[in-house]
């Protein structure tokens, strides 16, 4: 029981920690008269996956590329099968065009490359298994040029992030340039800190549940660290703010892949781990599903939606946990 409580806290100290990045980051940013809108396409977009790149970053420091795998594909399950599934029963949400023609191609893509490299083996140790997170990285980086130059561009929705931005930082503002650099500080402290509590505890829970560093990465990490995802979509949604919440989900599923995956993996490569296929593909099949999805149903997705991704979602972690061990 030890090992889940400081499981519990290692999370805590992740959330809390990529908070205190992102608010100290801000402040700084505005001294440094970086354009608010700027500061929304990247800081803010990037900085709610702190936490996850602390973990699995320290997770692959400490030669445990089993975890990795499991959290970040697991953190992709959980945002396509829990945090849009709930978040479209509980209101019906509206997907934008670009998203459709732009990020959800992307996406899918980036599924598609990992379903390659679990089906290929040899693809995925080619150069010492650098391959293909290499060219993971090579394609976020350029996706994410890409974005910003664009995001850039002045269009109506841009500017009303640049003005939502401004405001914020005009808050954060009100503490000294000394505070901010703490807060920075603490963060990154915090992030560092709580990935190694929680890694080295979900390895202890590994053992104790006999189960493997994957399987425990893809159910306890992922849905630990998908939480905040979760409690801030449901909170857009009840205040109405119903176009985010997929968007924010594959945004967040490209970053997990393509930033956080590939980084890690470039650290401590390793093959797909065995039991792997099923996950990847799993992830395919709920990435996928949401194509005809929203094509049908005139960009929308509403409660039958959700309850077939949740339904997807559950009969997923009972497949896995029938396996345990694997």
């Given at each position: 029981?030890?090992?889940?409580?400081?499981?519990?806290?290692?999370?805590?100290?992740?959330?809390?920690?990529?908070?205190?990045?992102?608010?100290?980051?801000?402040?700084?940013?505005?001294?440094?008269?970086?354009?608010?809108?700027l500061v929304g396409l990247t800081i803010v977009a990037w900085g709610t996956s702190a936490p996850e790149l602390a973990f699995n970053l320290i997770a692959a420091i400490q030669?445990?590329?089993?975890?990795?795998?499991?959290?970040?594909?697991?953190?992709?399950?959980?945002?396509?099968?829990?945090?849009?599934?709930?978040?479209?029963?509980?209101?019906?949400?509206?997907?934008?065009?670009?998203?459709?023609r732009r990020e959800l191609p992307i996406m899918l893509a980036i599924?598609?490359?990992?379903?390659?490299?679990?089906?290929?083996?040899?693809?995925?140790?080619?150069?010492?298994?650098?391959?293909?997170?290499?060219?993971?990285?090579?394609?976020?980086?350029?996706?994410?040029?890409f974005v910003i130059r664009a995001g850039l561009r002045a269009r109506p929705e841009n500017r009303v992030l640049a003005k939502e931005v401004k405001a914020v930082t005009e808050r954060v503002a009100q503490r000294g340039f000394p505070v901010?650099?703490?807060?920075?500080?603490a963060g990154l402290t915090l992030l560092t800190a709580g990935g190694n509590l929680a890694a080295d505890a979900a390895s202890e829970i590994a053992i104790w549940c006999g189960l493997s560093q994957r399987v425990v990465g893809l159910t306890i990490i992922s849905v630990g660290t998908t939480l905040p995802e979760l409690v801030t979509s449901v909170v857009a949604v009840r205040r109405k703010e119903v176009d985010l919440a997929?968007?924010?989900?594959?945004?967040?599923?490209?970053?997990?892949?393509?930033?956080?995956?590939?980084?890690?993996?470039?650290?401590?490569?390793?093959?797909?781990?065995?039991?792997?296929?099923?996950?990847?593909?799993?992830?395919?099949?709920?990435?996928?599903?949401?194509?005809?999805?929203?094509?049908?149903?005139?960009?929308?997705?509403?409660?039958?939606?959700?309850?077939?991704?949740?339904?997807?979602?559950?009969a997923y972690l009972a497949f896995e946990l029938s396996r345990t061990g694997v």
């Amino acid at each position: 029981m030890s090992a889940f409580f400081l499981l519990a806290l290692g999370l805590v100290m992740l959330v809390a920690g990529g908070r205190a990045l992102v608010t100290g980051s801000l402040d700084v940013a505005r001294r440094l008269d970086v354009p608010p809108l700027l500061v929304g396409l990247t800081i803010v977009a990037w900085g709610t996956s702190a936490p996850e790149l602390a973990f699995n970053l320290i997770a692959a420091i400490q030669k445990k590329p089993d975890l990795v795998f499991g959290n970040t594909v697991g953190a992709n399950i959980c945002n396509l099968g829990l945090v849009v599934a709930v978040s479209a029963i509980l209101a019906r949400l509206v997907v934008h065009s670009t998203i459709i023609r732009r990020e959800l191609p992307i996406m899918l893509a980036i599924f598609a490359l990992l379903l390659v490299a679990a089906l290929v083996p040899a693809l995925d140790l080619a150069l010492g298994g650098r391959l293909v997170p290499a060219v993971l990285v090579a394609f976020f980086l350029g996706y994410s040029a890409f974005v910003i130059r664009a995001g850039l561009r002045a269009r109506p929705e841009n500017r009303v992030l640049a003005k939502e931005v401004k405001a914020v930082t005009e808050r954060v503002a009100q503490r000294g340039f000394p505070v901010s650099i703490m807060l920075m500080v603490a963060g990154l402290t915090l992030l560092t800190a709580g990935g190694n509590l929680a890694a080295d505890a979900a390895s202890e829970i590994a053992i104790w549940c006999g189960l493997s560093q994957r399987v425990v990465g893809l159910t306890i990490i992922s849905v630990g660290t998908t939480l905040p995802e979760l409690v801030t979509s449901v909170v857009a949604v009840r205040r109405k703010e119903v176009d985010l919440a997929v968007g924010n989900a594959v945004g967040s599923c490209v970053f997990n892949l393509g930033m956080i995956f590939a980084v890690a993996s470039l650290i401590t490569p390793a093959p797909i781990p065995a039991g792997g296929f099923a996950s990847v593909l799993a992830m395919c099949i709920l990435g996928g599903t949401l194509v005809p999805m929203i094509r049908f149903r005139s960009k929308t997705l509403a409660r039958l939606e959700g309850s077939i991704l949740l339904t997807l979602y559950v009969a997923y972690l009972a497949f896995e946990l029938s396996r345990t061990g694997v």
